[in-house]
């Protein structure tokens, strides 16, 4: 069993920055394939990121802006999101799969996060 749990959102103006983490607890996290979503209102669920070992993933509407990491000594996984604009306004979740790939589909996902508030004002 993991427990994950996002802190670090807020509000902040268009062009400014936050970091996201996720912190986890209970089996050894960095086994798993684990990621970011996002979903704004009226909006469907939408993958931002992911990281397995050496390996990240990014959607189109963030890459260059935003930078996932993960430090696996305090088992936290973080998430620089610079350069924000409006259209980054969501709950944004922290989740882990054993499987890459199904993790990058969002569904059937092993484990999420309780999502945190970030809001960019224009």
């Known amino acids: 069993q993991v427990q994950l749990v996002e802190s670090g959102g807020g509000l902040v103006q268009a062009g400014g920055s936050l970091k996201l983490s996720c912190a986890a607890s209970g089996r050894a996290f960095a086994d798993y394939a684990k990621g970011w979503f996002r979903q704004a209102p009226g909006k469907e669920r939408e993958f931002i990121a992911a990281?397995?070992?050496?390996?990240?993933l990014y959607a189109d509407s963030v890459r260059g802006r935003f930078t996932i990491s993960m430090d696996n000594a305090s088992n936290t996984m973080s998430l620089q999101m610079n350069g924000l604009k409006s259209e980054d306004t969501a709950v944004y979740y922290c989740a882990a799969d054993s499987s890459l790939n199904q993790l990058r589909t969002g569904t059937s996902v092993d484990y999420w996060g309780q999502g945190t508030q970030v809001t960019v004002s224009s």
């Open positions: 990281i397995r070992w050496s390996t990240t």
